[in-house]
């Protein structure tokens, strides 16, 4: 850990630095320091004794008494700048690295205090690429509430049944990308997760990574579904795909799927301490090229595999390292990633498949339980 001086102003409902630092979950945007390796959090009343129980590892300040102590010293119109300032130059410091996202009228009124402000390099903390033991846990729930709303989507497409021009009918209605969708993440809510934006989509726009999918599903094309909850109670994410069709697919469409699979078998033999994390990457790639498979822009679109091959997960959906083709990251114990491989191909389909993998010192591990099965 690095002994910097730290200054953070934010809610951990939604920075992922703030939540790390506090590990517990605050509303709204609050002071964070850590000086000389201690953390300190200023927190309002109705925060004070749900602080004191969740956040031991810091020292936490009421922000009401901090106030009226700046009274007592004559200040007429105490504000969060000067309980800050005040909190620093009772620990004679005078200069406080922040994150880049740190606010500009806070920064403005810490300098006019004699603060220097100084933004952090890199990651503000970059300690949390490696995960510890606890926390490989908390983000094998958070994939383990992605495996369930899987499930229900994959068992709601088993039982559809195929009606005219192709299209899927459950329970005597249309099954479209929003109603599947709405499954999946109703599943996740009820064992505690939160997902948004989990991606359903089917036929040509499968063969668009990011799109989450609209309108009627169809037998014999495949649907890609890609599901990334977030735990309600610890904040961890936790990230799957698979792809599936429903019916009977061609020969090519078994191809491209079976060839994405051994790609990704690929890369996780490629997963261990101290590679470089850009290689892996170009060793899908190299495979991908060796199977026949070209990457490029065809007719106005992207085709092929033009999306990185993975990325850490965590506090954050994505974080470091980046398993892709401009990664500087170096793989090491610790780090938990996505090992997610797709080829793309608006004439015949889109295949891609995703698990997490932790590596370990002796080579990796995949935490990921789901079967992989394309017809169903």
């Known amino acids: 850990m690095s002994r910097d001086n730290l200054l953070m102003f934010a809610d951990s409902e939604h920075d992922a630095n703030m939540l790390y630092a506090v590990r517990m979950f605050l509303p709204g945007a609050l002071p964070y320091l850590r000086i000389r ?32 102590a700046l009274e007592s010293k004559g200040v007429k119109r105490p504000t969060l700048a000067g309980v800050v300032g005040c909190q620093l130059k009772a620990r004679r410091v005078r200069q406080v690295f922040v994150p880049d996202n740190f606010p500009l009228a806070l920064a403005r009124a810490l300098r006019r205090l004699g603060v220097t ?37 994959i068992q709601a497409l088993k039982n559809a049944r195929v009606g005219k021009d192709r299209r899927l009918v459950y329970h005597n209605v249309p099954l479209t990308s929003e109603k599947l969708r709405s499954i999946i993440n109703t599943a996740i809510l009820q064992v505690g997760g939160t997902a948004m934006h989990t991606i359903v989509a089917g036929g040509r726009q499968a063969c668009d990574p990011h799109e989450e999918g609209q309108g009627p599903l169809r037998a014999h094309e495949p649907v890609v579904m890609d599901v990334f909850p977030r735990s ?10 698979r792809t599936v069709l429903k019916g009977r697919a061609s020969e090519p469409l078994r191809k491209l799927y079976h060839t994405v699979e051994r790609a990704q078998a690929l890369a996780f ?16 790639q190299e495979f991908f090229k060796h199977e026949g498979y070209v990457t490029g822009r065809h007719n106005g679109q992207m ?3 033009f999306h990185g091959t993975g990325h850490g997960i965590g506090l954050d959906l994505h974080e470091a390292p980046s398993l892709s083709g401009l990664s500087t990251d170096r793989l090491a114990a610790g780090h938990v990633v996505t090992v997610e491989p797709g080829l793309y191909y608006p004439g015949l389909g889109g295949v891609r498949l995703e698990d997490v ?16 099965v394309f017809e169903i």
Request: hydrophobic share 40%; glycine share 8%.
């Open 117 to 153: 402000l100084k933004l952090k390099p890199g990651p503000f903390f970059p300690e949390r690429a490696l995960k510890t033991a606890e926390e490989v846990k908390k983000i094998s729930a958070a994939l383990m509430m992605a495996e369930v709303g899987l499930a229900e989507g």
């Open 37 to 68: 390796g201690q953390g300190h959090v200023v927190v309002n009343d109705l925060e004070w004794n749900r602080a004191r129980r969740d956040a031991r590892h810091c020292r936490v300040m009421s922000l009401s008494r901090c106030l009226k």
């Open 269 to 284: 033999n490629q997963l261990r301490v101290r590679r470089p994390a850009r290689a892996v990457h170009q060793a899908v």
């Open 357 to 372: 993998v932790w590596i370990t010192p002796t080579g990796c591990r995949n935490l990921t339980q789901f079967e992989k």
């Open 232 to 241: 309600q109670r610890t904040g961890y994410f936790g990230d799957i795909s």
């Open 303 to 305: 085709q092929g595999f």
